[in-house]
Nanobody
Framework: QVQVVESGGGLVQAGGSLRLSCAASGSIFRLNAMGWYRQAPGKQRELVARTTSGGSTNYADSVKGRFTISRDNAKNTVYLQMNSLKPEDTAVYYC??????????????WGQGTQVTVSS
């Protein structure tokens, strides 16, 4: 079983920065993609940023140029550096980790979420 734990959320003023961390632990064969999603009240969960084990990344248009995703494969950890935060970035941020199974296929794990609140 794999556990995914996020940290680093909090309250920040508009224009400020936060860094989220997400660590996957447990009996991991190999991780493929890891990423960040967010869900604001009354809205659907949406992709924020995602990175593969090979280092390719993709971002939501709303965060391009402000957020940066990075990864430490040796530690099974992914980070999200968030700069120039806006009130509309307020949401619960969830980490996703895709485990490659020995028998083939993928299994997706989610963290419990961390709250990010940006005040105006």
């Amino acid at each position: 079983q794999v556990q995914v734990v996020e940290s680093g959320g909090g309250l920040v003023q508009a224009g400020g920065s936060l860094r989220l961390s997400c660590a996957a632990s447990g009996s991991i064969f190999r991780l493929n993609a890891m990423g960040w999603y967010r869900q604001a009240p009354g809205k659907q969960r949406e992709l924020v940023a995602r990175t593969t084990s090979g280092g390719s990344t993709n971002y939501a248009d709303s965060v391009k140029g402000r957020f940066t995703i990075s990864r430490d494969n040796a530690k099974n950890t992914v980070y999200l550096q968030m700069n120039s935060l806006k009130p509309e970035d307020t949401a619960v941020y969830y980490c996703e980790a895709d485990e490659v199974l020995i028998a083939g296929g993928l299994r997706v794990y989610w963290g419990q979420g961390t709250q990010v609140t940006v005040s105006s």
